[in-house]
């Protein structure tokens, strides 16, 4: 799949997914059927804008786009499901991608330096979806939050630079092979 058609698609995961959990008040435990699935498209986005990166970057940044949603495994097996309306753990702060990020660092680890990142995208999305985020616990429990609409103009804004890096490169790619003939 080309990079165009791959933004475009996740910007499209991105609008359906919102426009379902918006819409529709579903249970807790499908709105990860929507929710999952936009986080990464989200932090794909953002490798996508990026530009071509190391395969092993690019499999740990859409692992890592998860990773903070790890306390959903138990939660969802436990009888207590969460409500939309509850703040989120404190898997979501700056202090839970620290480990990974500085491991990433000593071993000189691609992979985990991407799924440092892919968490920073997970948290991106969830500052404009639901209740926030508390970046900064255990300095303070506040959850951050951004209106949506900021949220979706970065996702676009985001799409575009894919669309507009992928013109640049099939036009340098063409350049270079006409100058070759
Ligand atoms: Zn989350």
Redesign the pocket.
């Known amino acids: 799949m080309n990079r165009r058609a791959a933004a475009v698609g996740c910007l499209a995961t991105v609008a359906v997914a919102d426009k379902v959990i918006f819409r529709r008040r579903l249970p807790w435990l499908l709105v990860g059927f929507f929710?999952h699935p936009a986080?990464v498209a989200t932090a794909a986005l953002a490798a996508l804008a990026l530009g071509p990166r190391p395969r092993e970057w690019t499999a740990g940044l859409l692992v890592g786009s998860l990773l903070?949603?790890l306390d959903?495994v138990p939660l969802a097996v436990s009888r207590v499901h969460p409500t939309l309306d509850d703040p989120?753990p404190v898997?979501?702060c700056l202090l839970a991608v620290a480990p990974v990020a500085v491991i990433a660092t000593l071993r000189d680890d691609r992979r985990l330096r991407g799924a440092a990142w892919g968490m920073l995208a997970?948290?991106a999305?969830?500052v404009g979806v639901?209740t926030g985020?508390p970046l900064l616990w255990p300095v303070t429990r506040r959850s951050f939050r951004v209106p949506y609409p900021v949220y979706a103009a970065g996702c676009v804004a985001l799409a575009l630079r894919a669309v507009l890096g992928a013109n640049l490169q099939n036009h340098a790619e063409r350049a270079n092979l006409g100058a070759g003939l």
């Open positions: 929710d986080h903070p949603d959903h989120r898997t979501h997970h948290f999305r969830d639901g985020v």
